[in-house]
T-cell receptor
Framework: AQRVTQPEKLLSVFKGAPVELKCNYS??????LFWYVQYSRQRLQLLLR??SRESIKGFTADLNKGETSFHLKKPFAQEEDSAMYYC?????????FGKGTRLHILP | SAVISQKPSRDICQRGTSLTIQCQVD?????MFWYRQQPGQSLTLIAT?????????ESGFVIDKFPISRPNLTFSTLTVSNMSPEDSSIYLC????????????FGAGSRLTVL
């Protein structure tokens, strides 16, 4: 069955330290993966998607088919990165989400 | 990108009553979805709202409990029927946008509390 797993509910990182939010997926076929972010009092929004191979707000994510992972990384955390992050997988016409990881940047 | 308006933004309801949530988009979109976001849980897809036909429900969700309408390409409603405290959640309307039509844009959500 198609599934997205985010093993960490909460991740606390000091400002300036590297960030890695883990995401593993289960999908038969060629996956399309996304990271969505929800800042405090804002709507859920797209952060990045693997097909674009882009860096947004310093974040990158590489699809590793061997490990079925799509971890989100940033070399130096900033306070404004504190938010809820969801990994997501396209399944046909639908997009399914992981349970989310709350990233808390410590001053 | 599309602008999505959801009403109500929040409501407190009594057990056994029903509430209808409206979703208005400022442009015509092909696909509209309804998600539920429960505290500490993932976003769960309830159904795909199909224009002019019955919605497509995900496993665990049924039309009698969550009737959905989509009369045109810019508007949809989700009704939560015969509510119980377990229905307390945030309900999100979303539409697909972007190249290849695979990026979701979300409404602000409707926070529902059932007493």
């Amino acid at each position: 069955a198609q599934r997205v797993t985010q093993p960490e509910k909460l991740l606390s990182v000091f400002k300036g330290a590297p960030v890695e939010l883990k995401c593993n997926y289960s999908y038969s076929g060629s996956p399309e993966l996304f990271w969505y972010v929800q800042y405090s009092r804002q709507r859920l929004q797209l952060l990045l998607r693997h097909i674009s191979r882009e860096s947004i707000k310093g974040f990158t994510a590489d699809l590793n088919k061997g490990e079925t992972s799509f971890h989100l990384k940033k070399p130096f955390a900033q306070e404004e990165d504190s938010a809820m992050y969801y990994c997501a997988l396209r399944n046909g016409d639908k997009i399914i989400f992981g349970k989310g990881t709350r990233l808390h940047i410590l001053p | 990108s599309a602008v999505i308006s959801q009403k109500p933004s929040r409501d407190i309801c009594q057990r056994g009553t029903s509430l209808t949530i409206q979703c208005q988009v400022d442009s015509q979109v092909t696909m509209m979805f309804w998600y539920r976001q429960q505290p500490g849980q993932s976003l769960t897809l309830i159904a795909t709202a199909n224009q002019g036909s019955e919605a497509t429900y995900e496993s665990g969700f049924v039309i009698d409990k969550f009737p959905i309408s989509r009369p045109n390409l810019t508007f949809s409603t989700l009704t939560v029927s015969n509510m119980s405290p377990e229905d307390s959640s945030i309900y999100l309307c979303s539409v697909v946008e972007g190249p290849g039509a695979n990026v979701l844009t979300f409404g602000a959500g409707s926070r529902l509390t059932v007493l």
